[in-house]
């Protein structure tokens, strides 16, 4: 089982960007998915961002002010957001699988509070 902490939510304003960290217990050279969901109050929890090795997928939906990446001599996935609106309000989940795990069934952190309110 693999451990992850999320840190660097908080009460941001409209417009600025934040940087949250997913550090993991193990190197996570060796493992297969690593990513980013988020869950709103009294929305479904939506993907943010994914890395696979050396890919990275991010939804139509936040291409253009996010960015992920793995810090692999950290044990570490960032994921940047910039240009935060009101609706990025939610709690952000990260995760990790193997190949042979669904994402629902991988490790999952205790997730992080993001705020955005003017």
């Known amino acids: 089982q693999v451990q992850l902490v999320e840190s660097g939510g908080g009460l941001v304003q409209p417009g600025d960007s934040l940087t949250l960290s997913c550090a993991a217990s193990i190197s996570i050279l060796t493992i297969y998915d690593m990513g980013w969901y988020r869950q709103a109050p009294g929305k479904r929890r939506e993907l943010v961002a994914a890395?696979?090795?050396?890919?990275?997928y991010v939804p139509d939906s936040m291409k253009g002010r996010v960015t992920v990446r793995r810090d692999n001599a950290k044990n570490t996935l960032f994921l940047q957001m910039n240009n935060l609106k009101p609706e990025d309000t939610a709690v952000y989940y990260c995760y990790s699988r193997k190949a042979t795990q669904s994402r629902e069934n991988g490790d999952w952190g205790q997730g992080t509070q993001v705020t955005v309110s003017s």
């Open positions: 890395t696979q090795r050396n890919s990275a």
